[in-house]
């Protein structure tokens, strides 16, 4: 796929990776569906998140143009690319209940560990593959590649 201006691309997660994900493809003319759990609790938020950035009302405000949706409605609206800024504890669960928007497309998955989380097999198919279908692998005490049947 060759992304052109009017391709519209997710973005899971609402975080400061998310967030730079987000403006950036903007800025650059793209179409950007954030995705979140709960579109109406995250913009509710008044407080700054955990690492001091304004909360997600006050950033969206400042850049026009993005979306907000559930991880759902935003894979949906994806054509062909999804980057996943879910944090390590959530990622698993929430690409799981996703798994039908996300066949066919693009996962682009950007660490997001956490001290507590545990280590997976993998969290997506492997680098820059294409999947006709997802599902999680389980925990392990060593990350390796899944032999999921993507082509790259």
């Known amino acids: 796929m060759t992304a052109t201006k009017n391709t519209k691309i997710a973005v899971l997660g609402t975080g400061g990776g998310g ?3 987000a403006a950036r493809l903007a800025e650059l003319g ?3 569906h954030v995705g979140t759990r709960d579109p109406e609790a995250t913009l509710a938020r008044t407080e700054p998140d955990m690492m001091g950035n304004a909360p997600y009302k006050v950033w969206l405000a400042a850049n026009p143009g993005i979306q907000l949706h559930t991880f759902a409605d935003a894979a949906a609206a994806a054509d062909e690319i999804v980057i996943n800024g879910i944090d390590g504890h959530n990622a698993v669960a929430a690409l799981t209940a996703i798994a039908d928007q996300l066949t066919g497309k693009t996962l ?8 507590t989380a545990p280590r997976w097999s993998t969290p997506g198919p492997p680098r820059g593959a294409r999947c006709p279908s997802w599902t999680p692998a389980t925990p ?3 990350p390796s590649r899944s032999s999921a049947p993507c082509r790259t």
């Open 108 to 115: 682009i998955d950007y660490p997001s560990p956490t001290s």
């Open 140 to 142: 392990t005490a060593s």
């Open 19 to 21: 967030r730079t994900h």
């Open 30 to 32: 793209y179409e950007v």
